[in-house]
C-alpha cells in the first residue's frame, strides 16, 4: 500500500497552503514534513509540488491529492461501523467548497439539522462559483457547490436549482442617477457593485440591455459588504433575492428593472466513491435545496 | 524620472494577481507585458517578481509597488486642480483593504456619502484584521483597516475604536449542549464556528474561560455565513454585536455568557503622503468611526 504518512504531509501543505500550517497541524517539524514531501517525490520520480507561495501542487501532486480526498471518505464510513478505529472518538469533518453567495443565503438553513443530527463539522472552502472545481480537481475537498455541471472524473454532479439575483439599489441612489425614471442606457455611467475580477453577472446584465464595454463600478468581494454598499446609495448590483428579503420588504432596496433578473443554476458535486455519509448529505440536498432555489 | 510604464506593468501583475488579467487590464498583450517586467529587472538588476501562482513581488519589487501607490495617491490631488489631466474623465479609485467582519457591518454606512459627494469609487481587498498591513507594506492599497497600530514605513496609523465581538449561539443549540445551564468547561465538546485558521478569537475566549486546548469546530470563512451557521444552530461563535442586533432583539441567537466580550481595535493605516482625497476620507472616518465602534 502507499505510504499515507507521505500523503498525508502532501495534502497539509496543499490545504494549510504552506509547510509552516501544515507541520503545526500535522504536530510536526517543518524539516520533517519538508522530509516527507521529499521522500513522496522520490518514490514517484517527479516533483509534486510547486514551491511557491502557496506551494501549488503539480498534476502528479494533483492526482494523489484527489486519491487521499477520496480514501479519506471511505475511512470515515469504516469509523461508523468500526467506532474502535476512530482512535480521536473525533466527530466527522466534512470539507466543502462554496459560492459565497449560498453560504450567505441558503446554505447553513440546508445542512444545519443534517450536521447537528450527523455530529459531523464542516471545514467550508468558499470560492467563486466557476473556480470551485478546481478544489475538487485538486483532491482538497469532498464536495462542492458550484455553477457548472460537467462533474469530475470520478465524482457526479446533482442539480440543485438556481439562484435568482435582482438588480438592486437603495431608493436614494436610482433617484440620484434616474431623477427623471430609468433609462437603462445610463446604467454604464452609473457606479456598479462587482464581486471580484470573476463576477460577471453584472456585465452580463448590462449586455443584456444592449449595453456593451466597461462601465463605473467598485469591487467588494464580500456577500455582505456587496449588500451593505447597495443599502448605502454606493452603486446597484446583482443581488441574490433570499438575501435582500428583508430590504425589498422595507423599501431600503429597490429593483432597477423589476421584470429582469439572472437566474445561475447551481450543482452540487460530490465523489462517486465518497462513502455513506457524504451520500447521506447528497440525498438530503436533494430533497432540501428546492426550499431555497428555483427551479 | 523612472520608466512608468514598466512599473504600472509590475502593478498590475501584482494587484491582478496573473501576468493574463494585467494583459487584460492594461488592453496589452501578455508577451508585453512579460518584457515590461524583464526589462523592469534588467534596469534595477534583480528580480522584481517571484513567478509563482500567483505572482509574488521581491523585495525590490515591494519598494518600487510602494512608490507607484503613493505616486498614484498624488496624481490623483493633481487631477483634482488640473482637471484637463484626468485624460479620461473617470472617477477617482481607492483601493483599500479591510478586515471581513467591518466590511460586512459599519463600513459602507461609515463611508457611503463621502465616497457619492467626491464620486470615489472603491476598490476592496478582504484581509483578515492581522495580515491587511501586508499590503500596504506591499505598496498594493492606499489605506487599510486592521488590528495592529504600528504603521508601515511612510504611513500612519489612525485608531478608530473597537468593534465589540459576543459569544452567541441559537436557543435550540444552547438547550441541546447545555441543557442544565450553561457550563464553561463543557464548552471545548461543544461544535464552535471559526472563521478561518488566522482567527483566535474562539481560543481568546476560551482561554480566558480557563480553558486551553483543542476544541471541536466548524470553519467557515464568510462573515454572513458564520452568522448564518450560528443562526441555524451548527456552532457557538464570536459575532459583531454590530452584526446581531437583529437576531439579538428578535431572540434568535443568544449570548452564552452576557458579562464576557471581546473588543478588537481597529487602525486606520494611511500613507502620509497619500493626497487630498486620502487625507480627507481620514478625517471624515475619524469623525464617523465611533458611531459604530466602541471607544
Given at each position: 500500500?502507499?505510504?499515507?504518512?507521505?500523503?498525508?504531509?502532501?495534502?497539509?501543505?496543499?490545504?494549510?497552503?504552506?509547510?509552516?500550517?501544515?507541520?503545526?497541524?500535522?504536530?510536526?517539524?517543518?524539516?520533517?514534513?519538508?522530509?516527507?514531501?521529499?521522500?513522496?517525490?522520490?518514490?514517484?520520480?517527479?516533483?509534486?509540488?510547486?514551491?511557491?507561495?502557496?506551494?501549488?501542487?503539480?498534476?502528479?501532486?494533483?492526482?494523489?491529492l484527489?486519491?487521499?480526498?477520496?480514501?479519506?471518505?471511505?475511512?470515515?464510513?469504516?469509523?461508523?461501523?468500526?467506532?474502535?478505529?476512530?482512535?480521536?472518538?473525533?466527530?466527522?469533518?466534512?470539507?466543502?467548497?462554496?459560492?459565497?453567495?449560498?453560504?450567505?443565503?441558503?446554505?447553513?438553513?440546508?445542512?444545519?439539522?443534517?450536521?447537528?443530527?450527523?455530529?459531523?463539522?464542516?471545514?467550508?472552502?468558499?470560492?467563486?462559483?466557476?473556480?470551485?472545481?478546481?478544489?475538487?480537481?485538486?483532491?482538497?475537498?469532498?464536495?462542492c457547490?458550484?455553477?457548472?455541471?460537467?462533474?469530475?472524473?470520478?465524482?457526479?454532479?446533482?442539480?440543485?436549482?438556481?439562484?435568482?439575483?435582482?438588480?438592486?439599489?437603495?431608493?436614494?441612489?436610482?433617484?440620484?442617477?434616474?431623477?427623471?425614471?430609468?433609462?437603462?442606457?445610463?446604467?454604464?455611467q452609473?457606479?456598479?457593485?462587482?464581486?471580484?475580477p470573476?463576477?460577471?453577472?453584472?456585465?452580463?446584465?448590462?449586455?443584456?440591455?444592449?449595453?456593451?464595454?466597461?462601465?463605473?463600478?467598485?469591487?467588494?468581494?464580500?456577500?455582505?459588504?456587496?449588500?451593505?454598499?447597495?443599502?448605502?446609495?454606493?452603486?446597484?448590483?446583482?443581488?441574490?433575492?433570499?438575501?435582500?428579503?428583508?430590504?425589498?420588504?422595507?423599501?431600503?432596496l429597490?429593483?432597477?428593472?423589476p421584470?429582469?433578473w439572472?437566474?445561475?443554476?447551481?450543482?452540487?458535486?460530490?465523489?462517486?466513491?465518497?462513502?455513506?455519509?457524504?451520500?447521506?448529505?447528497?440525498?438530503?440536498?436533494?430533497?432540501?435545496?428546492?426550499?431555497?432555489?428555483?427551479?
Open positions: 500500500m502507499f505510504d499515507y504518512k507521505l500523503l498525508s504531509a502532501l495534502a497539509a501543505v496543499t490545504e494549510q497552503a504552506g509547510f509552516e500550517r501544515a507541520a503545526q497541524v500535522l504536530g510536526l517539524s517543518q524539516s520533517a514534513v519538508s522530509q516527507r514531501i521529499k521522500l513522496l517525490e522520490a518514490r514517484v520520480g517527479q516533483p509534486v509540488l510547486v514551491r511557491a507561495t502557496p506551494p501549488v501542487p503539480t498534476e502528479i501532486g494533483r492526482r494523489l484527489n486519491h487521499v480526498q477520496q480514501v479519506r471518505l471511505l475511512e470515515r464510513d469504516l469509523q461508523g461501523q468500526v467506532p474502535a478505529l476512530d482512535e480521536e472518538g473525533m466527530p466527522q469533518r466534512l470539507r466543502i467548497a462554496l459560492n459565497a453567495d449560498s453560504l450567505a443565503t441558503w446554505w447553513a438553513a440546508a445542512v444545519g439539522d443534517f450536521c447537528t443530527a450527523r455530529g459531523v463539522l464542516l471545514d467550508l472552502v468558499v470560492e467563486d462559483q466557476d473556480v470551485g472545481l478546481k478544489r475538487m480537481r485538486a483532491g482538497e475537498v469532498a464536495a457547490v458550484c455553477g457548472s455541471e460537467r462533474p469530475v472524473a470520478g465524482a457526479r454532479s446533482l442539480p440543485l436549482g438556481a439562484m435568482r439575483y435582482l438588480a438592486l439599489a437603495s431608493p436614494g441612489f436610482v433617484e440620484r442617477h434616474f431623477p427623471d425614471g430609468f433609462v437603462a442606457g445610463q446604467l454604464a452609473t457606479p456598479a457593485l462587482v464581486y471580484g470573476d463576477d460577471l453577472l453584472q456585465h452580463r446584465y448590462l449586455a443584456e440591455l444592449g449595453i456593451e464595454g466597461g462601465f463605473l463600478h467598485h469591487l467588494c468581494p464580500s456577500s455582505e459588504g456587496f449588500l451593505r454598499m447597495a443599502e448605502h446609495g454606493l452603486g446597484w448590483g446583482l443581488v441574490p433575492a433570499l438575501q435582500a428579503r428583508t430590504q425589498l420588504a422595507s423599501g431600503t429597490v429593483q432597477l428593472l421584470e429582469r439572472i437566474d445561475v443554476p447551481l450543482y452540487w458535486h460530490h465523489w462517486r466513491h465518497g462513502g455513506q455519509l457524504l451520500s447521506d448529505l447528497t440525498d438530503h440536498l436533494a430533497r432540501q435545496a428546492a426550499r431555497w432555489l428555483v427551479a
